[in-house]
């Protein structure tokens, strides 16, 4: 195998292989396809050192690809410049899964390679949104890094299993949670014009971001936060991989319109049969009265077109809030890995994040339940 360290610049000659990759890879996902990955680096590749390797057979295939980055490492005393290895796409928007897109069969052979050509280059690894149940966490584990320089995080998500029938899955919610869908759903479509609007033009992707992001900010700005979109890197990415997964055929922007104005929209998209939900907002100034906030309206309709469309599975991605599990969920897990290099200065820059991370979760088992509450509204 021949690797290639493929620069920003020729990202896009090598989009067909990368896009038939992403199909033939043992553990694809959607934030690993071209889209997400150049609309990131776009957005969020400043300051940092790009490293798209890419693996080549003897017939010039594209049998593996690792969307690498590296970026400096803030330790204080420790001398030199320690580098830590990232995977592309980690921070700013939501790539819950992330990982390497590789050939079945490919997988080791790849990773020694790989590891090889990265000798000496990184003092840290911190690879996170590596799927629990998939084979590439141990394999990446292995290749890395020695046992007495692994630190794992273990990470909950939740997703729905759709059955074929919306009245099925009704069925399998709890008794009052159910009635309250159907409740509420009744009384805005009673008193309201209500339609369940879908972005499918490019034209109507600026002015449907534009109606999301003043939801999702007036909201959280009315509690006191900045908010997710005060960022205008994260606008600018929205903007641009929404562009991306409507080529794709992908995009599932979902808005619930009253009496002709957007009051809740659901951002998402379509990937190996489940729809992963990414992000949502709503009109925190409209409360229908026996209807209140819209969200479950906009949710249950946006199921209910799930189910419509054959798909196997609803991916709420990160996290297990009540929110998010009254809605008949399952757990699964993803994996965040912190893989010292070796010498003197791995090992020093693996003890430091990897000391303060035990030090925190220390604290969380045996403080206080209303210490840790004060400590959060303090960082709030």
């Known amino acids: 195998m021949k690797l290639e360290v493929i620069p920003p610049s020729s990202w896009q000659e090598i989009f067909p292989d990368w896009e038939a990759l992403l199909k033939a890879a043992v553990e694809p996902t959607i934030f690993l396809s071209p889209c997400w990955i150049s609309s990131w680096w776009h957005q969020f590749g400043k300051g940092k050192r790009p490293c798209m390797v890419a693996g080549w057979d003897e017939s ?51 990773l020694r390679a790989l590891s090889e050509g990265l000798r000496g280059q990184w003092t840290l690894a911190d690879l996170h949104g590596l799927e629990e149940d998939g084979a590439l966490p141990s394999t990446i584990e292995s290749t890395l890094g020695t046992s007495r320089r692994i630190y794992r995080e273990i990470l909950p998500c939740s997703r729905i299993l759709l059955p074929g029938d919306y009245e099925s899955y009704l069925a399998s919610l709890p008794q009052k949670f159910r009635r309250n869908i159907r409740s509420r759903t009744n009384k805005l479509v009673k008193n309201f014009r209500v339609n369940l609007l879908r972005t499918t033009r490019e034209a109507e992707i600026a002015p449907h971001l534009e109606r999301f992001f003043a939801m999702h900010q007036a909201r959280w700005t009315a509690k006191g936060h900045l908010g997710s979109f005060h960022d205008l890197r994260k606008r ?28 809740a929209s659901q951002f998402g998209f379509v990937f190996d049969g489940r729809l992963h939900s990414l992000q949502e907002a709503f009109d925190q100034e409209f409360h229908p009265v026996g209807v209140g906030g819209v969200g479950v309206v906009l949710r249950a309709m946006a199921i209910k077109e799930c189910i419509s469309e054959g798909l196997k599975g609803y991916d709420f991605l990160g996290g297990t809030e009540p929110f998010k599990t009254r809605w008949n969920t399952i757990t699964h897990h993803t994996r965040r890995v912190r893989i010292g290099a070796p010498g003197l200065k791995g090992a020093v820059a693996f003890s430091v994040p990897v000391g303060v991370l035990k030090a925190k979760n220390w604290g969380r088992k045996r403080l206080p339940t209303w210490l840790l509450k004060l400590r959060r509204q303090l960082h709030a």
């Open 60 to 110: 010039r295939h594209l049998c593996a690809l690792a969307p690498l980055y590296f970026e400096d490492m803030h330790l204080g005393g420790v001398w030199g410049r320690p580098l830590a290895l990232r995977f592309m796409g980690d921070s700013g928007v939501g790539s819950e899964y992330l990982g390497l897109l590789v050939c079945p069969g490919d997988e080791e052979k790849f």
């Open 236 to 263: 600018a990415f929205y903007q641009e991989v929404s562009v991306g997964l409507l080529e794709r055929g992908c995009l599932r922007f979902y808005h619930l319109e009253v009496d002709g104005v957007i009051r």
